[in-house]
T-cell receptor
Framework: DMKVTQMPRYLIKRMGENVLLECGQD?????MYWYRQDPGLGLQLIYI???????SEGDIPKGYRVSRKKREHFSLILDSAKTNQTSVYFC??????????FGAGTRLSVL | GDQVEQSPSALSLHEGTGSALRCNFT?????VQWFQQNSRGSLINLFY???GTKENGRLKSTFNSKESYSTLHIRDAQLEDSGTYFC??????????????FGQGTSLSVVP
């Protein structure tokens, strides 16, 4: 069963703290994504990764960085989190037929 | 920038009826994907279309790349069809990659 796993599911942080969101997939997909979802704005692309150590900025990369050291893992890092980074974060991977598989999301609150 | 406009923003259907959701694109898109976000917040891939029409059960989607729009038809709606439906357009971002641009979603409520 194809799966994208996100950890943690819920996270509360204080402004200025560092945040690590993790994503794993067991399908050996090369391409992975990080999105955030906010009310009224749909899903916005933060970063794309095409394979290990091959990452590109999406539409809203400011305040974020990513790490992909293994094909099956793609991490999103917030150095010094801000309150406007409170959101639901989704990771996705894409198969060779361009179908996207999403994780269940991480709900991050920055206080 | 590239935009995807979805309509309607909200829709209520009685069980057993049907309707169509629409996505308009401001520029030429390579393909379109449709997703359902259910009550638990999970995003489920429904269709990927580079052209033409696909059908799966009570759902059917078309993509007209020349006129830059896509539709998702739901027939015989069931309560479990409730949720938010997103279309996402595949845009060529550079010579080496493409990206998905999402619409703002259609909130569908199916009522008895």
């Amino acid at each position: 069963d194809m799966k994208v796993t996100q950890m943690p599911r819920y996270l509360i942080k204080r402004m200025g703290e560092n945040v690590l969101l993790e994503c794993g997939q067991d399908m050996s997909h090369e391409t992975m994504y990080w999105y955030r979802q906010d009310p009224g704005l749909g899903l916005q692309l933060i970063y794309i990764s095409y394979d290990v150590d091959s990452n590109s900025e999406g539409d809203i990369p400011k305040g974020y960085r990513v790490s992909r050291k293994k094909r099956e893992h793609f991490s999103l890092i917030l150095d010094s989190a801000k309150t406007n980074q409170t959101s639901v974060y989704f990771c996705a991977s894409r198969d060779c037929q361009n179908t996207l598989y999403f994780g269940a999301g991480t709900r991050l609150s920055v206080l | 920038g590239d935009q995807v406009e979805q309509s309607p923003s909200a829709l209520s259907l009685h069980e057993g009826t049907g309707s169509a959701l629409r996505c308009n694109f401001t520029t030429t898109m390579r393909a379109v994907q449709w997703f359902q976000q259910n009550s638990r917040g999970s995003l489920i891939n429904l269709f990927y279309l580079a052209s033409g029409t696909k059908e799966n059960g009570r759902l059917k989607s078309t993509f007209n790349s020349k006129e830059s729009y896509s539709t998702l038809h739901i027939r015989d709606a069931q309560l479990e069809d409730s949720g938010t439906y997103f279309c996402a357009a595949e845009v060529i971002a550079s010579s080496s990659f493409s990206k998905l641009v999402f619409g703002q979603g259609t909130s569908l409520s199916v009522v008895p």
